[in-house]
């Protein structure tokens, strides 16, 4: 009898940016060490953090050297933290954690399986976040079109949606195509990296059950931008939205 040969699992990197998050960021670790695919690693900025956020990652790191943390002298912002991740990362594939929200325990396991074909370039999974929330029961991947996977960044609540955190993206275009997080922005620095990724790829899919959940936090930026960060804000969406017009199907 044929022996099968069993394809290596892909390594993971999960990039995680820590700024004064409490007693979140061990709950958020915790589901990550809870994984149901074992294989991946954990970049782990402390972005100048003056709670007990550096004493947590001190601890997670001394137990489990998959996770691999880094200080910022000074306050940077997650744009810098994701792009330190982006520049030291190990794997094949990688996803962008918010360091206050809960991992599902399959979710790993789906971006692997979702990206074990390597014609597909990106796969998003549901979420939950409130009444923005666009999870489901069903367990199944279905193929999204490039215009509707575009359309979908500015898309508020949308279940693809313009958000990195329910996303699995390759390493390999990251890099062939140079693909930075906008260290200038506050807010909207996830929506057009994520069209920025897009607009040179092809292939997508959708895994509609609910795998992320989205913690709000009243100290979060979201809630406490200011009117300088909004008006940023509006000016990539414009952005993406006129690069929709040179974009290729």
Known sequence: ??????????????????????????????SILNQTDQQFEVILVDDASTDRTPTTIEQYAAKDNRIRAHSFPSHEGVSKARNYAIDHAKGDIIVFVDGDDLLEPDYLQVMAEGLSDPTIDLV??????????????????RSVSKTNAYASINRRGGDFGGYTWNKGFRMSIIRDHNIRFDESLALAEDLLFTADYIFVSHKFLFYPAALYTKVSRSNSIIHSATWQMRSKEQTVRQHIDDMAHKMEP
Do not use: C, H, Q
Request: charged letters at 15%; hydrophobic letters at 40%; glycine letters at 12%.
């Open 1 to 30: 009898m044929e022996a099968t040969i069993m394809a290596e699992k892909p390594l993971i990197t999960i990039s995680i940016p820590a700024y004064n998050l409490g007693s979140y960021l061990a709950k958020t670790l915790d």
């Open 124 to 141: 998003a999974v549901g979420y939950n976040w409130g009444w923005r929330g666009s999870g489901s029961s069903e367990g199944k991947f």
